[in-house]
């Protein structure tokens, strides 16, 4: 990469420093979307996927130009992003969007694959593309004998969409006897996963269907989040995105709780939210069947659930 031949003043451009590296939008991005009030940049670093010192670095550049202060000193000093800064906001439009557009991307791939005959036994994204030149590739689980009808009726389907966000799509096919198992970190999409999900999310799930107290174990978990929530407000964020896309395009009988818990995610102050996980009332007993926030866990705080409810 060539050097810059006549530097630009930051003061008229300060996009330049602002989005000038992808450690500084990964920062941007975490301290805009996901986090409430200050964090440290050991969190920051963890959160964007960065080494702490490679954190440092992007943080001191986006300090330079006033979007980010430093709250406290020494050991315990934390960072902050200046959400009045019409900067700032613009920004924050485009990780909207960004995720808008993510969401919007899947949630046709959804509806498609919920509207082809035969329908497949399962589907799922193993990983995404590395690079938005390259095909997103969706492996679909079926029987021998429909297999192929599935994948062709579901490649016409896909044209519409693939016009629309000038993106390819290629279909993976696979039957029972050949089905790989879903790795964690995959997206899935469609039916029940081929070989369950992460190890971590299967002792959860394989206690929430068959532990003789369904109900005491829900609490139990619903407890914890709640302790982490009040912790870390980015869970909240993370269930309301959750919702939102869960409610694109639905119309199934679980409709109503989600759609409850969006109100709840929407209206409910922090300490309100933590009190109603923890409630016997039987609406907060009913909503905990379906529960936003384990879908939204990380592996870490999926174990910190674990830990809590003392499974081994």
């Not at 790795?183 to 190890?199: M, V």
């Not at 107290?213 to 929530?229: F, H, N, P, S």
């Not at 909240?236 to 818990?261: F, M, N, P, V, Y």
Request: charged letters at 25%; aromatic letters at 6%; proline letters at 4%.
């Amino acid at each position: 990469m060539r050097p810059i031949s006549i530097e630009q003043n930051t003061f008229r451009y300060p996009l330049n420093i602002i989005l000038g590296t992808e450690a500084q939008i990964r920062l941007l991005r975490v301290m805009i979307t996901e986090v409430n009030g200050p964090i440290s940049i050991v969190d920051a670093a963890e959160r964007a996927d960065l080494t702490p010192m490679g954190a440092r670095k992007a943080m001191k550049r986006l300090t330079s130009v006033g979007i980010i202060r430093a709250v406290g000193g020494g050991r315990k000093q934390q960072y902050e992003i200046s959400l009045n800064d019409i900067l700032v906001q613009s920004v924050a439009a485009l990780f909207s969007a960004e995720a808008d557009r993510f969401e919007y991307i899947l949630t046709s791939i959804k509806k498609c694959i919920e509207q082809v005959e035969p329908q497949p036994i399962s589907a799922w994204i193993p990983s995404l593309p590395a690079d938005p030149g390259y095909p997103i590739n969706i492996c679909i689980l079926q029987d021998a004998r429909n297999l192929r009808g599935t994948i062709q009726n579901l490649r016409i389907l896909f044209l519409k969409l693939e016009r629309e966000v000038d993106v390819t799509i290629e279909l993976i096919g696979y039957t029972k006897a050949d089905a790989p198992q879903q790795e964690s970190g995959s997206l899935h999409l469609y039916g029940l996963p081929p070989g369950g999900n992460s190890k971590v999310e299967t002792r959860i799930m394989s206690g929430l269907v068959y532990h003789e107290k369904q109900d005491e174990r829900l609490a139990g978990i619903c407890r914890t989040i709640g302790k982490m929530i009040n912790e870390d407000r980015s869970i909240i964020e993370r269930a309301k995105q959750h919702t939102k896309w869960i409610l694109q395009g639905q119309s199934d009988s679980a409709t109503g709780d989600i759609e409850e818990w969006r109100d709840i995610l929407m209206k409910y102050s922090v300490r309100r939210l933590i009190k109603f996980l923890s409630s016997e009332e039987e609406r907060a007993l009913r909503l905990r069947q379906s529960c936003p926030f384990l879908a939204v866990l990380n592996e870490k705080e999926k174990e910190r659930v674990l830990d809590e409810l003392g499974d081994e």
